[in-house]
């Protein structure tokens, strides 16, 4: 019992696929799931690296125009550079802007909740200025390998669910089996604590957003690709529906615990709430009220727990 | 003689941001020569007020320590109401989005009061449901004002001063004398410094914290009736991305997202001084994606400032 309360989550996934296969005969089938896994690895595979800034301690709202960013840059320079050169500069920019935000809120000690918040305004102004406001597409689609981070398959599995599922295998390795996993999770835990017992929490911050906006470049490269090209927005309200992923996970705002295997979770039952609702014949905006309805009742009975486990362990 | 570091915290009587809107505003009048016309000052009002009213109610949620992600999606939901609801008459129109900003207000304090679960997660889920009940009453479609006496009050001005202004101004000055000469403003200052020791001088938390939802909650609505006045019309997607506008300008006008400090001159001086850039640059021809940027820097800009000057003082700030 206790382990299926330590679950929660996961009960209540497995429990909403069993009431959806019920109404929809081709929920279960192995195409949907692999239709709805495949649209949920965008959202995914930046919420891995959201999931490390927040387990940091920090937030990260910027991702959603640094999505708008590498995506209509990676897009545009395609066709002027050549698609390794795009690939190789978008990173590189990418992770500069990460940069940015690490040194600001790792270094200068700025809070991340606003500093993310006016990078999200000038970033996509930056958008903006470079595109001219236009949107940006590849010419010749057909004829590029470009497309096969959105659109190839390896061994009969879509490559977003393969780098969506590669990077989270990685990077939940990294959290729970290496020093510097663990050095996150103290300096989320208790910075103070963190620091006199040796720990460098200025880099370790700094690293976080460096992990969110390559995770972001990750994401742009499948978007991109995926599209052929890209609008100037594209990647606008990203940032909420990312940590809505990240909470419905059980994920704490707070910092300090967490995990990216909850994450997934929490990014899936997204996924499968969006496409279980859609099967049933419901309009698409039923599942934003579904989600509202869902995040605070999965939160609160997180909490109610942790409250009770705390109570018998202290009487 | 003031310091300096005194100056900056806002203990004398000019709050730093009013410097930089009257630094900018004397800046753009000299670049412009359009920009220094009463009509221009109203338009900047007109402008700022949807912004503005939002900002006012955000205060007090921030200085109570919460904060409010749903007030864009309320603003959008109150606008298709009161379009939507007018063929049955116009009164019961605003009547009917203003409760309904009442009510989701109240939803929220209610859950982050009786539940703990803290209120950036609260509202983001009401931000996204919110939009979903958006979409559900208006089933996609844009309304427009088929009353004209409606689309009429959006334009209707009071001898040179439009009636939108004047609403905003009228709301500042009341929402300020609430946060500085009343009991509820004194406890919402108590609880967003410090929630233990409000309780135990026996202020009750949960009912400050609910009362100032329902305020942001109205506010949201009120922005919303009297943007839709303004444009005569409501879109689904109206309000997306304001709760980011509007915690710029109240973070601008020196209120802390720890809570427990900040005022509603302060947030007046930071919603002005969006709406003068915004305004200031479109006279100067600067292509409206430069503001984002421009935005961005002062936002960051001014945190570190503050951080220096306060540096000994502020305590690690998270969510």
Redesign the interface.
């Known amino acids: 019992m206790s382990f299926l309360s330590a679950q929660g989550i996961l009960v209540f996934f497995l429990l909403g696929m069993v009431v959806f296969s019920f109404f929809s005969e081709q929920f279960l089938s192995q195409s949907n799931i692999m239709t709805v896994v495949r649209q949920a690895s965008i959202i995914g595979i930046i919420a891995v690296g959201v999931t490390v800034v927040i387990i940091g301690g920090n937030l990260d709202l910027s991702v959603g125009s640094l999505l708008s960013f590498s995506t209509v840059l990676v897009v545009d320079l395609h066709d002027k550079i050549g698609p390794v050169n795009a690939i190789l500069l978008m990173f590189a920019l990418t992770l500069l802007i990460g940069a940015v935000n690490g040194f600001l809120i790792g270094f200068m000690r700025l809070n991340s909740l606003i500093v993310t918040l006016a990078m999200l305004s000038a970033i996509q102004g930056l958008v903006l200025i470079y595109s001219g406001g236009q949107n940006v597409d590849i010419a010749n689609q057909q004829g590029t390998w470009f497309a096969f981070f959105g659109r190839g398959y390896v061994a009969g599995i879509a490559v977003p669910i393969l780098l969506f599922g590669l990077l989270a295998i990685v990077v939940q390795v990294v959290m729970s089996y290496t020093g510097y996993g663990r050095r996150i999770f103290a300096v989320g835990g208790n910075p103070m604590a963190a620091v006199y017992s040796g720990i460098r929490k200025n880099w370790c911050v700094f690293s976080t957003y460096l992990i969110s906006a390559f995770c972001v470049a990750c994401a742009a490269l499948v978007l991109g690709s995926r599209v052929m090209g890209s609008q100037n927005n594209v990647g606008q309200g990203y940032e909420l529906l990312v940590l809505a992923g990240i909470i419905l996970g059980g994920t704490s705002l707070l910092g300090g615990a967490g995990s990216i295997w909850k994450t997934v979770i929490g990014v899936l039952i997204l996924g499968f709430i969006q496409n279980g609702l859609l099967l049933m014949g419901y309009p698409y905006y039923i599942q934003w009220i579904v989600t509202w309805v869902i995040i605070i009742l999965a939160v609160w009975l997180d909490l109610a727990n942790k409250r009770k486990r705390l109570l018998t362990t202290h009487s | 003689m003031t310091s300096l570091k005194g100056f900056f915290r806002g203990k004398t009587a000019i709050q730093p941001i009013w410097i930089f809107v009257i630094a900018i505003f004397i800046f753009f009048s000299f670049m412009s020569e359009y920009f220094l016309s009463l009509s221009n000052i109203t338009n900047i009002l007109v402008q700022t007020s949807t912004i503005g009213l939002l900002a006012l109610g955000m205060t007090y949620v921030m200085i109570n320590g919460n904060i409010d ?1 749903s007030v864009g999606a309320t603003l959008g939901l109150a606008a298709s109401l009161v379009v939507g609801i007018q063929p049955l008459g116009l009164t019961v129109a605003v009547l009917a989005a203003l409760a309904a900003g009442i009510v989701i207000g109240a939803i929220n304090g209610l ?1 982050v009061w009786k ?4 209120a ?3 509202t ?10 958006i ?2 009453y208006t089933q ?1 479609q844009s309304f427009y004002a088929t009353n004209f006496a409606f689309a009429d009050f959006g334009a209707s001005t009071i001898g040179p001063i439009p009636v939108l202004a004047i609403i905003f101004l009228l709301c500042t000055l009341v929402m300020h004398l609430v946060l500085t000469r009343t009991g509820h403003g004194r406890n919402t200052f108590a609880v967003g410094g410090n929630p233990e020791a409000s309780i135990d001088a026996g202020i009750r938390l949960g009912r400050h914290m609910m009362i100032n939802f329902i305020i942001v909650g109205f506010f949201a609505a009120l922005a919303g009736v009297l943007l839709a006045s303004q444009m005569g019309a409501a879109t689904p997607n109206l309000g ?2 304001y709760e ?1 506008w509007t ?2 300008a109240v ?1 601008l006008g020196g209120t802390k ?1 720890t809570g427990g400090y900040g005022s509603i001159t302060g947030t007046l001086g930071g919603v002005l001084a969006i709406g003068i850039l915004r305004n200031g640059m479109n006279m100067m021809q600067v ?11 002062i ?2 800009s001014v ?2 400032i503050d ?1 220096k000057l306060n540096a000994p003082s502020t305590k ?4």
């Open positions: 992600l859950i539940t703990g679960v803290n950036f997660i609260v983001l889920g009401a931000m996204i449901g919110v939009r979903g009940l979409f559900l996609e997306r991305d980011l915690i710029t973070v997202l292509p409206a994606f430069y503001v984002l940027v421009i935005l961005g820097a936002l960051i945190l570190i951080k690690e700030v998270r969510i």
